[in-house]
């Protein structure tokens, strides 16, 4: 079973579940709808056989790994393969797909949009697209590879934020879709550069055998650049963020979701795996601006989201915050701060997702996305109001809930190299408590208006798609292990990679110890 294509497998069944939904007649929306959320769910039960056969103590840089020429002319290759960074990221996007399939349940009817009509099929189609290039890119070993599919995630989150969001979808859409081709374009010179300074060959764009390629210092400075910019839009870091609140606002919740909790990690996952290991030098090099960007972002993006009256906008704030927090960790070089980073992808994931659907929630029932329209939740909807409190302490990383230890580790592990950036960084805890607090205080506490005062509670299919998300955060919340254990490993090699060690801790000196026992 081990020469098993999984990974190809488990890419290939959502994509032709996507082909299924679109072939289905008009008018099966239920059909469509099942047929999605079933699908959905095999790719999530492969990856639970996957995480409980991988082993987190291999020697082996990837495993479950698959290798075939694609355009041997250039070197390119079908290449996939995990290590524990990108297995926790695959395992991110399986879980959050059905979820937000099921979220999405009522969110897109046919209903008249002038001549236009939704149609629900394609929407659910476009999240199973979605989905097989999630599972891709992270899978994705060689360079070209993981750009086509980098590049390629861009289709379907452009027409689920085109055709399916809110009022101004399509000025956000194109927003989003300008800014990322930006970024490709840049990634795709950075490509070609790497092809024309590597010593080429069959497996030329193999990440494996371009590690070490001896670059110049110009050059390999240009090359990190180049990725890094677009990695930087992609997750989005300051001051190339300006996409996101647009469209994390104006798609649908479940789309939101993705974008914001599996898309935007592609940024920060390739940092990870390509900037720092490929060119360590010019990461070195480039580490002192890049904490400041990140820094600055962490407390901008908390403070925009206090002066937000718009729901969706604070929450995709918010996550601008915590990239800088992500970013933070990733190039402090230490391995408490790259495993808390990579923690945090997933941390971050699973409290944005029940923060913006639960507020997709809220916003159907009340038909406005504007804070001030609520009120008093709490009264009438308990369990609504509860879930949203769970999910919105879990974001400031309250103890006891999963962010908590991953931006503890990021703090500390920048803190042993980078005492400045960790302790200004430590203010966007104290941001967040604000913007969560005061929203929660706005929308649900107080008397009910005349439109909350008929809200419901949530039914039993909104609770079983937060019941998982929130059960996630409390289980990672007290008992991260598991995933830190699969996490660490790799993060080790990327270090090894690198050529970093951590900082060795500070001890008094012999005299200073024997007097003090002296005395």
């Known amino acids: ?72 002319q250039f070197g390119v290759s079908y290449s996939l393969g995990v290590d524990g960074i990108a297995l926790v990221l695959i395992a991110l996007a399986t879980v959050l797909t059905p979820v937000c399939i099921l979220a999405s349940w009522h969110d897109v009817e046919q209903s008249a949009i002038g001549e236009s009509r939704r149609s629900v ?134 789309g939101a979701v993705l974008l914001v909790g599996v898309l935007d990690k592609v940024g920060t996952f390739g940092m990870i795996r390509f900037c720092l290991p490929l060119f360590p030098d010019a990461a070195k090099w480039a580490t002192p601006v890049i904490l400041t960007l990140a820094v600055i972002g962490i407390l901008y993006g908390a403070l925009l989201a206090i002066g937000q009256t718009d729901m969706k906008r604070l929450i995709a704030y918010t996550s601008i915050s915590h990239f800088g927090f992500i970013v933070l960790g990733i190039f402090a070089m230490t391995t408490q701060g790259q495993s808390g980073s990579t923690l945090y992808m997933v941390n971050h994931g699973f409290s944005t997702a029940a923060l913006f659907l639960i507020a997709g929630f809220l916003i159907s029932r009340r038909g406005s996305r504007l804070i001030a329209d609520f009120g008093g939740v709490q009264r009438v909807a308990p369990m609504l109001a509860g879930t949203f409190l769970v999910a919105g302490l879990s974001s400031l990383a309250l103890p006891g809930l999963s962010s908590f230890v991953s931006e503890f580790l990021v703090l500390v592990g920048t803190f042993s190299r980078y005492e400045a950036a960790a302790v200004i960084a430590t203010g966007g805890i104290i941001l967040a408590s604000l913007y969560i607090l005061w929203m929660y205080q ?78």
């Open 121 to 254: 099929k394609g929407y659910f189609a476009l999240l199973l697209l979605l989905e097989t290039f999630m599972v891709g890119v992270f899978a994705a070993t060689d360079v070209f590879l993981f750009y086509v599919l980098f590049e390629a995630m861009l289709v379907p989150m452009y027409f689920i934020i085109g055709s399916y969001g809110g009022a101004q979808r399509s000025y956000a859409a194109v927003k989003f879709l300008l800014y990322s081709l930006v970024g490709g374009l840049l990634m795709l010179a950075a490509v070609i550069g790497l092809y024309v300074s590597s010593p080429g060959g069959p497996k030329a764009f193999l990440f494996e055998n371009l590690l070490g390629t001896q670059l110049g210092t110009t050059t390999e400075r240009l090359l990190f650049l180049g990725f890094f910019v677009a990695f930087a839009i992609k997750a989005p870091l300051w001051p190339v963020h300006t996409w996101l609140p647009d469209a994390a606002a104006e798609a649908p919740p479940g």
């Open 442 to 519: 706005r929308t649900m506490t107080g008397e009910p208006n005349e439109h909350t005062s008929v809200f419901k509670d949530l039914n039993v299919r909104e609770a079983w798609v937060v019941a998982p998300l929130l059960a996630v955060i409390i289980a990672l919340g007290f008992y991260p292990k598991p995933l830190l254990d699969v996490i660490n490993p790799a993060v080790a090699r990327t270090m090894q990679q690198v050529g970093v060690t951590d900082p060795q801790p500070i001890t008094p000196a012999a005299g200073t110890v024997s007097e003090g026992a002296g005395k």
């Open 1 to 72: 079973m081990t020469d098993f294509p999984w990974l190809t497998t488990l890419a290939a069944v959502p994509l032709l579940g996507a082909v299924a939904v679109a072939a289905l007649p008009q008018g099966r929306d239920l059909l469509a709808k099942q047929v999605a959320l079933a699908v959905s769910l095999v790719p999530l039960a492969m990856t639970i056989w996957l995480a409980l056969d991988f082993d987190a103590n291999s020697k082996e840089m990837f495993q479950f790994t698959e290798f075939h020429e694609w355009i041997p």
